[in-house]
T-cell receptor, first 114, second 111 residues
């Protein structure tokens, strides 16, 4: 299995809702990442998990809460989002947490906040 | 901090060769990688250069000159399916775990 699987593919949520994005990989990668991507823009790093521990939080608002239940799973819990949080949320993984290359990305969850 | 510059758009015909340049500024360079992203799709890893020189993978090649803080991605024998955005990305030696992406180059391949 050489894929990163993200669910759901599309999500529409209200500003008072709570939802979760899920990401799964079975490549034995030891690092997992959440990125946010706006249209026509590059991916922006949100969180890095290394060996199931949060190692980087890029000053992301607390309405985004990551969780890594085990080495294969990564969740992003969403609460009280704003319309400007609408974007494509990408999960990625890599074998070496520090290498900076060879990332495998999922197809993303396209989030719309209404 | 890190910054990367790459052209916003390149247009070429099928069968042509396209070179996408990327210049970077980092406090401690670690490596330059390239990703391809089709509209609505996931970024896909293409290549990585940590040392000076040319890396070839099929129709795609990537080059790095550390002394010039410069690299490029070369797309040969262009095909319609190569129409996509291409991002260069650097990992700074002092930014463990952080991959910084350039703004992306939209490659448009015409018949």
């Amino acid at each position: 299995d050489t894929e990163v699987t993200q669910t759901p593919k599309h999500l529409v949520m209200g500003m008072t809702n709570k939802k979760s994005l899920k990401c799964e990989q079975h490549m034995g990668h030891r690092a997992m990442y959440w990125y946010k991507q706006k249209a026509k823009k590059p991916p922006e790093l949100m969180f890095v998990y290394s060996y199931e521990k949060l190692s980087i939080n890029e000053s992301v608002p607390s309405r985004f809460s990551p969780e890594c239940p085990n080495s294969s799973l990564l969740n992003l819990h969403l609460h009280a989002l704003q319309p400007e949080d609408s974007a494509l949320y990408l999960c990625a993984s890599s074998q070496d947490p520090g290498a900076g290359y060879g990332y495998t990305f999922g197809s993303g969850t396209r989030l719309t906040v209404v | 901090g890190q910054s990367l510059e790459q052209p916003s758009e390149v247009t070429a015909v099928e069968g042509a060769i396209v070179q996408i340049n990327c210049t970077y500024q980092t406090s401690g360079f670690y490596g330059l990688s390239w990703y391809q992203q089709h509209d609505g799709g996931a970024p896909t890893f293409l290549s990585y250069n940590a040392l000076d020189g040319l890396e070839e993978t099929g129709r795609f090649s990537s080059f790095l000159s550390r002394s010039d803080s410069y690299g490029y991605l070369l797309l040969q024998e262009l095909q319609m399916k190569d129409s996509a955005s291409y991002f260069c990305a650097v990992r700074d030696r002092d930014s463990w775990g952080k991959l910084q992406f350039g703004a992306g180059t939209q490659v448009v391949v015409t018949p």
